[in-house]
């Protein structure tokens, strides 16, 4: 399981807005001190202390207050579907408290366990262990649909839906329930994330945009375009131009 978890302090001392891209995991942030809100046009709300954040589709905006310091845990769809009772096409592109998803009790004793981590300086291992007891894993059936991210994945997004299902040996419409139950998305919608993240893969070995659209799987440049607009809210040229300074984070 530690290869679908990774688990990070993350203590921000001044305030900071800043922009998170869609990513392969979902987050769950437990604040030990501080807050954090979310941006949305001219709206600003107030996250949980213990929160978790979908798999995204596009953009997302974010406020630290000063001195903030959160616990982030970043979890694999396909093993946070087997700790939560709900399809994960339901937190999708949402920022919702962990108490909508787990019983209060267990939610307040991870909260103080992040606290005591926290306040002894204890190793994020040890957190990470406290955090598998606390929230269980039910047995996987769908096994179908890790397999299916896995060939997406080896093929760089550059795989047809219709022929993966056959492949399977499962019928596509299976494959689409499965997909938005247990990852969140559509399986189109999800080759389509893998190909956004190769960009960032394969961006410093790339002469031009031209050629990194192709790199990272893009039959043309519009689609290429279109496409980074959707997942970044810029341009290709605008957000390498504008990144070394922008506060957007690639960090999922």
């Not at 900071?16 to 807050?35: D, N």
Request: proline share 4%.
């Amino acid at each position: 399981m530690s290869d679908l978890i990774r688990i990070f302090w993350s203590n921000k001392e001044s305030p900071e807005t800043y922009t998170v891209l869609p990513g392969e995991e979902c987050v769950i942030g437990v604040q030990t001190k501080g807050r954090i809100f979310l941006h949305s046009g001219k709206q600003s709300k107030k996250l949980s202390k213990a929160g978790i954040t979908g798999i995204l589709r596009g953009p997302r905006t974010f406020f630290s207050e000063k001195n903030t310091k959160s616990l982030l845990v970043y979890i694999s769809p396909l093993l946070l579907s087997r700790m939560i009772t709900v399809p994960m096409d339901q937190i999708s592109d949402s920022s919702l408290s962990l108490e909508d998803l787990f019983p209060k009790e267990v939610i307040s004793r991870l909260m103080a366990d992040c606290e005591e981590a926290d306040y002894k300086g204890l190793d994020v291992s040890r957190t990470l262990e406290k955090f598998r007891h606390l929230l269980p894993v039910k047995e996987e059936k769908e096994k179908f649909i890790r397999e299916a991210v896995l060939r997406i994945k080896s093929s760089l997004g550059e795989i047809g839906i219709k022929g993966l299902a056959e492949d399977l040996g499962i019928s596509q419409s299976s494959l689409e329930r499965g997909f938005r139950s247990r990852v969140g998305l559509s399986p189109k919608e999800y080759t389509g994330l893998i190909r956004f993240r190769n960009i960032f893969k394969f961006y410093n070995s790339s002469s031009s945009l031209t050629e990194l659209a192709l790199e990272a799987g893009y039959y043309d440049q519009a689609h290429f375009i279109r496409e980074f607009k959707k997942k970044t809210g810029f341009s290709p040229k605008q957000w390498f131009r504008r990144n070394a300074n922008s506060g957007l984070d690639l960090s999922f």
